[in-house]
């Protein structure tokens, strides 16, 4: 028989025992009325099951009333499908002898025939029983009540007090456990001045259920029950990006933040963790999407004007209706109703990026183990929306290996942003590191970041002999370094300039030496010239001489003779 009650249906894996009986348990104000009259309602209302109410601690009337508050329009329901029997015992009334409920049954049987009811509640039954002061005859009557409600042809769910202390009911219903096809534990419990409320099905027989105790709230449309199942982690994930706001951060992360991925800010306080969400939610608005922003720090209007300071206008955002800002204080409320508002601001806005800042203050709101489930679940309830999430978180610490063991929610973050700041020549500056980036290529460096009227910027922090400087003095070693390549710039080019004049030196003597070899040349090749016609004047001067000489020519007719040895 489904409740209607959607975390609770998911436990019992469907629903309660139908034509079976259920006993609901637990001490004052854990919200056992409520849960009866709720999963009568839900069956009236959506799945056309009549149903009976029989009252025996609050007069009926009181009962609608106390239920107005939830919206469940019981005036129309009790004119169709519903009936409430005010079976309490009136304070003047005089017990004499003994009794049972055979008349009561008879007639409740007779009503449920006319109206065709599918369902009936007997809350607080142990009210009336008890003025039987017999044990013996109040189990019998219980037994009556069990067998009657296996051949009524109703599912019918009987409310017993458990007194404050008690792991179960009173001792002297205890058997009824053992009677009962489903027990469902209602408790109650303020942890750290903080009121928690949790159910747990401690039996179900012929079906199996989980048997953790689960989260559950009364919130304004009736009782909520938490519940991860497992089919809860299955998301559609995408490779699409949306920007951060920041141009470098962008870089850094290789295009921006994965769409529906959930992103974790981590930093000590003042180390601008809500001006990194501020600007990714003015970047969002400023692309037409609706964004979110839940704070458990600071007020709306506080937010607006730190922004501004910044450079980023979310008034603007917030008079269009792109942005909300859920400003609420964390103590307020239980961590369980925080996460019922969120999911039903996320739907109601429809928003497509959420900032929780800072998610760690939910640890202010029952123990640690609630606050990191209940962190879980609104992470995986926006992945599966596809909703982009930045969560913050405030710690004490710079060192990120303490950090990482101190915020268990980092390991279920897509993205790991760490915030940090350094003292030096009496300032603090602001640094930038991505711890992880899952499915993503991302830079393993150190930034600085820069805050100014205009926005914020990553910058290259100053990196020599494991030094590093930001600020002022990164400013100043970089224009020390400045100065020194100016002057190293300076000394070579006058280097430069002192060799170019020798250069100019060596080539100018060179040239002399090459027009010094030229004339020498042309002296060599003169004097051979001169040297050549001297010796073809003298040839020539030879020959004219021996021409006049003339006693130096033979005559023709004469004959030498010429002595024989």
């Known amino acids: 028989m489904p409740t209607g009650i959607i975390g609770l249906d998911a436990i019992t894996r469907g629903g309660l025992p139908r034509d079976r009986n259920t006993v609901i348990v637990g001490g004052p104000g854990c919200g056992k009325t409520v849960l009866a009259l709720q999963m009568l309602v839900n069956g009236a209302r959506d799945y056309g099951e009549p149903g009976i109410f029989v009252a025996f601690e609050e007069n009926s009337r009181q009962i609608i009333g106390n239920a107005a508050s939830f919206g469940w329009n019981l005036a129309e329901l009790e004119r169709k499908n519903l009936f409430f029997l005010d079976a309490r015992v009136r304070p003047e009334n005089v017990t004499a002898g003994s009794f049972d409920l055979v008349g009561l049954l008879a007639g409740t049987l007779a009503k449920a025939k006319k109206m065709r009811a599918k369902r009936i509640v007997f809350d607080s039954i142990d009210v009336l029983l008890s003025l039987l002061n017999h044990l013996p005859k109040e189990r019998q009557e219980l037994y009556r009540l069990s067998d009657w409600l296996s051949t009524s042809g109703m599912t019918g769910l009987i409310t017993i007090k458990r007194e404050e202390g008690e792991l179960s009911m009173a001792p002297r219903y205890g ?82 933040y994965f769409r529906g991925s959930s992103v974790l800010v981590t930093g000590a306080p003042g180390t601008a963790k809500s001006t990194l969400c501020g600007i990714f939610l003015a970047a969002a608005c400023q692309r037409g999407e609706r964004a979110l922003y839940v704070s458990f720090d600071e007020t709306a209007a506080e937010h607006v004007r730190n922004l501004t300071s910044v450079g980023v206008d979310l008034q603007t ?170 002057r190293k710039r300076l000394e070579v080019g006058r280097r430069q300039q002192v060799l170019k004049l020798a250069a100019a030196e060596l080539s100018a003597r060179a040239a002399a030496l090459d027009r010094e070899v030229e004339l020498n040349r042309f002296e060599v090749a003169a004097l051979s010239g001169e040297e050549t016609r001297r010796i073809d004047q003298l040839g020539v001067f030879r020959t004219d001489l021996r021409q006049r000489r003339s006693a130096d020519q033979k005559s023709p007719a004469a004959k030498t003779e010429v002595a024989k040895p």
Request: with cysteine.
């Open 175 to 256: 058997f009824l456990q053992f009677t009962a096809d489903c027990v469902v534990q209602l408790s109650h419990q303020t942890v750290e001045r903080v009121s928690q409320r949790e159910l747990q099905v401690l039996k179900y027989r012929g079906s199996g259920f989980s048997e953790n105790a689960a989260p559950m709230v009364i919130g304004p449309s009736g009782i909520e029950v938490a519940h991860v199942s497992a089919h809860e982690r299955a998301f559609p994930v995408s490779k699409r990006r949306v920007t951060t706001g920041i141009a470098r951060l962008d870089a850094m992360l290789g295009g921006g």
């Open 317 to 486: 955002h917030l008079t269009s209706g792109r942005l909300k800002i859920y400003a609420v204080q964390t103590e307020a409320s239980s961590m369980e109703e925080h996460l019922l508002e969120i999911q039903a601001l996320i739907q109601a806005q429809r928003a497509r990026v959420v900032v929780f800042d800072p998610l760690s203050s939910l640890f202010r709101s029952g123990t640690a183990a609630s606050a990191l489930n209940a962190a879980e679940r609104v992470l995986h309830l926006a992945k599966r929306e596809g909703v982009t999430t930045i969560s913050t978180s405030q710690l004490g610490s710079s060192e990120i290996r303490i950090e990482a063991a101190s915020v268990e929610v980092s390991t279920i973050a897509d993205t790991w942003i760490h915030l940090s700041y350094t003292v030096q020549a009496g300032e603090r500056n602001r640094a930038l590191t991505i711890v992880k980036s899952r499915g993503m290529k991302h830079s393993n460096q150190v930034r600085e970041l820069v805050l100014s009227d205009d926005g914020a910027t990553l910058t290259d922090v100053y990196t020599a002999n494991g030094e590093v400087l930001m600020g002022t003095m990164r400013w100043q070693r970089e224009l020390a370094e400045e100065s020194d390549q100016e």
